[in-house]
């Protein structure tokens, strides 16, 4: 039997997401779970499976505190997925916060070319699909939104195009511009011309040697850059420029070594399109800031905790 069977069974299973805690009884769903080290015993309640949207359906996951004033939506980033963010969902568990968190398309459960999207929009109808369902969860309690990269970028579109009042928006090294853009973009046209795709190349994305290491075998990780998914960014970097700003609190997490965004434009960028932006800088910690060595991870975690509070 393939070692990721669980992964495929996952996929064909067409799990209906209100079905409540099929963790309990569904192995596949178990195998996910253990995989990642999401810690079972720090949610009361999970859901998981296919929402209808209009592009295509979504993977969704939510882990309910019973006690939980308070929703957090978590988005993540290019060629990631949700596996990815398990140590910022536990700690988002231990601090008391119910957390549901979306596969964007093309990535982790949810169907799709990997890696490729034709527009962006249908990353920011993804997010406002799963933003209704987190506003249904917290009925009429805060919600709030954590996002990573790609995933940090299309949850503040999603807020200014929809003026969504969010308690705090968090965005950690979010995308605008990717790191040294002007460059990359000329070598991934060019490239383009004979390929549609590109291999994969992980970076050293994190100071954490066994993060690195994880990601490299993941099986839920993107393997390809996609040629349509630069195209794409070109078109909504500028959707967001004429978006209007945000007027929600923002606070924004970026590390100083990052070499996947163009870290000090796009701050430049963001500072510009909210009207209330703090901004933390982590000298040293890479574009995984989430999944950065103990020392960053912490500095991370407790700022969000305290922007949460």
């Not at 409540?20 to 995989?35: C, E, I, S």
């Not at 601090?95 to 093309?106: C, H, I, K, N, R």
Request: include cysteine; aromatic fraction near 14%.
């Amino acid at each position: 039997m393939n070692e990721f069977s669980w992964i495929t069974a996952l996929k064909e299973s067409q799990m209906d997401f209100s079905i409540r805690d099929p963790h309990l009884r569904n192995q596949p769903v178990q195998q996910y779970l253990a995989f990642y080290n999401f810690d079972i015993t720090l949610f009361d309640s999970y859901q998981c499976g296919f929402v209808s949207n209009e592009y295509s359906p979504l993977y969704i996951q939510y882990f309910q505190k019973n006690k939980s004033a308070q929703v957090v939506l978590y988005i993540h980033g290019y060629l990631d997925h949700t596996g990815g963010a398990s140590k910022t969902i536990n700690f988002l568990l231990k601090e008391g916060y119910s957390v549901l968190a979306l596969d964007l398309p093309g990535h982790g459960l949810s169907p799709g070319e990997s890696g490729s999207i034709a527009s962006f929009n249908e990353y920011v109808e993804a997010v406002e699909t799963a933003y209704k369902i987190a506003e249904d969860f917290a009925a009429g309690a805060p919600v709030s939104g954590v996002g990573h990269s790609t995933g940090a970028a299309v949850l503040f579109h999603a807020a200014c195009k929809n003026n969504y009042s969010f308690k705090k928006l968090i965005l950690v090294a979010p995308l605008y511009l990717p790191y040294r853009w002007k460059s990359t973009k000329g070598f991934i046209k060019a490239a383009g011309k004979v390929f549609s795709r590109q291999k994969r190349r992980f970076k050293k994305n994190s100071n954490d040697k066994l993060y690195n290491q994880f990601i490299k075998n993941d099986p839920l990780q993107g393997k390809w850059l996609q040629l349509e998914w630069t195209k794409a960014l070109e078109f909504w970097q500028k959707d967001i420029f004429n978006c209007s700003v945000y007027e929600g609190e923002v606070i924004i997490l970026q590390g100083t070594k990052d070499t996947t965004v163009e870290w000090k434009k796009n701050l430049e960028f963001f500072r510009k399109k909210g009207a209330n932006v703090d901004i933390t800088v982590f000298p040293g910690a890479r574009h995984q800031l989430l999944n950065e060595s103990q020392v960053h991870r912490e500095k991370a975690e407790q700022l969000i905790k305290e922007s949460l509070g």
